[in-house]
């Protein structure tokens, strides 16, 4: 495993991040705590540090899962993870950017990740209604107190994006070190706006969902195949089963039989060569190997 540096920080992360979402089952699936525990242990044994999570994954329990792996070794991990969307049902402060849900939110992930800092906290989406001088100096904030070492933008527009780091640079806030969104061989929306304020400001890219949700992995297009049944997710995937998308799966499956690897590594390999500052975000739900050469 190579290392980059995080944006135009001196932060030091993995090649590859491991995404957590899977990890927890109040969503109906993913992995158990013992499952969990072993993927990232595997991860670490591949010199794996770059952990992506947020508040929301399986309300709450997937950091919990990753607090109860850190222990002795926390400082070896660059933890990251989110807020913004709803924790409460019936609270309107309990969602958004404001700097109330900031404050609550980053409290209760430290505790669920029984530690005292974090290393990067994403803004989950933009709310279109906090004015981003409140969030921009509440995260500053944060940093100040020692809570949070870098902060990035999820899932938001580029325009937001170049406004948040110019008035950082104004006012001598933390600026954004990173952009996380959608991208693959099935995805490259994010190539017409925010792949390029990404590199004008010198920012890492967490790409999510590299695999095109499952449907780069062979899953849909091999004839061993099944879709598995018991996924909510697969459901979800449904809309995007196109005919120009498995069209694009099984060019993938001809290419990794050509290499002799399997789809998930070369529709990975696709997105980790598409620039240096682009970081793929591999979510697993078991410890079978997705493989990360190439």
């Not at 999820?154 to 990173?178: E, K, M, Y």
């Not at 490259?188 to 920012?203: D, I």
């Amino acid at each position: 495993m190579r290392y980059k540096l995080l944006g135009p920080s001196g932060l030091r992360v993995s090649e590859l991040c491991l995404g957590a979402m899977s990890f927890g089952d109040a969503w109906g699936f993913g992995a158990d705590e013992k499952q969990s525990h072993q993927i990232l242990g595997e991860f670490a044994d591949a010199g794996g540090n770059f952990i992506d999570i947020a508040n929301k994954y399986h309300e709450g329990q997937s950091e919990e899962i990753v607090g109860s792996f850190l222990g002795p070794g926390r400082d070896r991990w660059v933890v990251a993870t989110k807020y913004t969307l709803a924790m409460r049902s019936g609270d309107p402060n309990a969602a958004g950017n404001s700097r109330k849900n900031l404050r609550a939110s980053v409290e209760a992930s430290l505790r669920r990740l029984r530690t005292d800092y974090l290393d990067l906290l994403w803004v989950h989406a933009w709310d279109y209604t906090t004015p981003v001088e409140e969030v921009m100096r509440a995260l500053d904030d944060l940093v100040g107190a020692g809570k949070v070492n870098y902060v990035a933008l999820s899932d938001a527009p580029a325009w937001i994006a170049s406004q948040a780091n110019t008035l950082a640079a104004l006012r001598g806030w933390s600026p954004f070190v990173a952009l996380q969104v959608e991208y693959s061989l099935l995805e490259r929306t994010a190539e017409r706006e925010l792949l390029p304020v990404a590199e004008a400001f010198g920012l890492s890219v967490t790409a999510w969902a590299p695999m095109g949700a499952g449907i780069l992995t062979g899953k849909y297009t091999r004839s061993s195949s099944r879709t598995p049944e018991d996924s909510r997710r697969a459901a979800a995937n449904q809309a995007r089963l196109t005919e120009r998308n498995l069209q694009i799966a099984r060019e993938v499956d001809r290419v990794a039989d050509e290499l002799d690897a399997t789809p998930a590594q070369v529709a990975t390999s696709w997105v980790r060569q598409r620039g240096q500052r682009i970081i793929p975000i591999v979510g697993v739900g078991s410890t079978a190997p997705v493989g990360l050469s190439l």
